[in-house]
């Protein structure tokens, strides 16, 4: 899926006339309060060596985050493995919020009640979290990442309920903004550092075995997610 068509798809546009609107409040990084955004921060040791892999939850209208930290848990208002260093506010016009399924104004009404469909966005993310509280974690099959894109699928966002691991990370990778320079110091230097040691003590064979390890996670989700479906969820 084109994470741009996915995003600005006219057909998005289905916050129907019945749901009303109210103004949120401004993302407070010093609250830890971020309304309708999807929040980021980098995972111990496994950061260190990918830096793309990380931690990711969803915040409610009010600002609190929801994250799935482990198996049968859904964190609330305290995001696992520390501060959120990078966020991406999401727009509410481009959700469907269905009263019935008569009502149902997004393109692809079918795809997204077989989803779970949500008559608003903190109703979707109360489904989701209810979901996963029965769900075992595991980092390569279901992840944090499969927590938000659950929850997005409830909400259409973009007018798609085909959301995944991949194109979310991408979606947060190429949209998402760092807090501040010093998040993305913390994020990124544990990396750099592990870098220069490996090819100071091993050589710049260490460089060549990340690329692999990287090339060879990328295929297993994308082999479980568009090729052996329910391998990762």
């Given at each position: 899926?084109?994470?741009?068509?996915?995003?600005?798809?006219p057909?998005?546009s289905?916050?129907?006339?019945?749901?009303e609107?109210?103004?949120?409040?401004?993302?407070?990084p010093?609250?830890?309060?971020?309304?309708?955004?999807?929040?980021?921060?980098?995972?111990?040791?496994?950061?260190?060596?990918?830096?793309?892999?990380?931690h990711?939850?969803?915040a409610?209208e009010d600002?609190?985050v929801?994250?799935?930290?482990?198996?049968?848990?859904?964190?609330?208002?305290?995001?696992?493995?520390?501060?959120?260093?990078?966020?991406?506010?999401?727009?509410?016009?481009k959700?469907?919020?269905?009263?019935?399924l008569?009502?149902?104004?997004?393109?692809?009404?079918?795809?997204?009640?077989?989803?779970?469909?949500?008559?608003?966005w903190?109703?979707?993310?109360?489904?989701?979290?209810?979901?996963?509280?029965?769900?075992?974690y595991?980092?390569?099959?279901?992840?944090?990442?499969?927590?938000?894109a659950?929850?997005?699928?409830?909400?259409a966002?973009?007018?798609?309920?085909?959301?995944?691991?991949?194109?979310?990370?991408?979606?947060?990778?190429?949209?998402?903004?760092?807090?501040?320079?010093?998040?993305?110091?913390?994020?990124?230097?544990?990396?750099?550092?592990?870098?220069?040691?490996?090819?100071?003590?091993?050589?710049?064979?260490?460089?060549?075995?990340?690329?692999?390890?990287?090339?060879?996670?990328?295929a297993?989700?994308?082999l479980?997610?568009?090729c052996?479906?329910g391998?990762?969820?």
């Amino acid at each position: 899926m084109e994470i741009e068509a996915a995003v600005d798809d006219p057909a998005v546009s289905s916050s129907n006339e019945m749901h009303e609107l109210w103004p949120l409040s401004e993302v407070d990084p010093k609250r830890a309060k971020f309304p309708r955004c999807i929040v980021w921060t980098p995972l111990p040791v496994v950061s260190w060596l990918a830096p793309y892999i990380a931690h990711v939850g969803i915040a409610r209208e009010d600002g609190t985050v929801l994250d799935f930290a482990g198996s049968n848990f859904v964190n609330v208002d305290d995001l696992a493995y520390g501060a959120v260093a990078r966020c991406l506010q999401l727009d509410r016009e481009k959700c469907c919020f269905p009263v019935n399924l008569a009502a149902h104004v997004c393109a692809r009404s079918q795809e997204h009640a077989a989803a779970g469909t949500a008559i608003s966005w903190d109703d979707a993310l109360r489904s989701g979290a209810r979901r996963f509280e029965h769900r075992c974690y595991n980092l390569f099959t279901c992840n944090s990442h499969s927590f938000v894109a659950d929850c997005l699928n409830r909400l259409a966002y973009g007018g798609s309920a085909g959301w995944n691991v991949l194109n979310l990370a991408a979606l947060v990778w190429l949209r998402g903004r760092w807090l501040v320079r010093m998040a993305a110091v913390r994020s990124l230097l544990p990396f750099a550092a592990v870098s220069c040691v490996g090819v100071l003590v091993v050589g710049w064979p260490f460089l060549l075995g990340i690329a692999t390890f990287a090339l060879l996670l990328l295929a297993w989700f994308v082999l479980g997610v568009y090729c052996v479906k329910g391998m990762v969820c």
